[in-house]
């Protein structure tokens, strides 16, 4: 087994009310789980073996559809639950701050271009701030991708996500996707954020 299922820094009901435990263990114990048993089905036995999952997005557009749809869903989860944590800091601060600022305006503006990139994704997908050289872009992937994928048009090193399929927000927002998105927000894990952020 090459990939194995992380274990969460805080509990399923952590994340309340923003996000339910519920969901919290259903995404993480099935969905999780199910990408990377899938992930691990498909590179066992073969020449992936070994390879990191960099490796293999950097190649994934002559790889089997496995590959790409298990190992971004692998890959996708692990960042989306590590840039949540209960009772985060406030919002970006020091060399972070300073270049969400350069590259959209204000944090309020990174806010509005990432809300809008997520709620405008069509079907299931992830919004992304990525950092691409010294600028920082919003972009959006379908299903789970991710811009790590030679397949993806924007491509850079993700620092944030959010994942905007039904199964991360249904149980408790339905169809107000908006609405999950601005709770996203609440949980957001600055440190995490820029711990990936190279200044
Ligand atoms: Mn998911």
């Known amino acids: 087994m090459s990939f194995t299922l992380p274990t969460l820094q805080y509990d399923y009901k952590a994340l309340e009310p923003y996000i339910d435990a519920q969901t919290m263990e259903i995404h993480h114990s099935k969905h999780h789980q199910a990408y990377t048993n899938n992930l691990n089905a498909a590179v066992d036995n073969t020449e992936l073996a070994g390879k990191s999952i960099e490796e293999i997005f950097s190649n994934v557009s002559k790889l089997a559809p496995a590959l790409r749809n298990n190992g971004g869903g692998f890959y996708n989860h692990n960042l989306y639950w590590d840039v949540m944590t209960p009772g985060g800091p406030a919002g970006p601060e020091g060399k972070l701050l300073e270049s969400i600022n350069g590259s959209f305006g204000s944090f309020d503006l990174f806010k509005e271009a990432f809300t809008k990139a997520a709620v405008t994704r069509f079907g299931s997908g992830w919004a992304w701030l990525v950092q691409k050289g010294d600028n920082l872009i919003v972009t959006s992937t ?32 339905q169809n107000r996707r908006p609405e999950y998105i601005e709770a996203f927000f609440k949980v957001i894990n600055w440190n995490e954020v820029a711990k990936r952020f190279k200044a």
């Open 142 to 173: 379908p299903n789970q991708d991710n811009p790590l994928m030679d397949v993806t048009e924007i491509q850079g090193a993700p620092i944030l996500t959010i994942d905007v399929w039904e199964h991360a927000y249904y149980l408790k927002y």
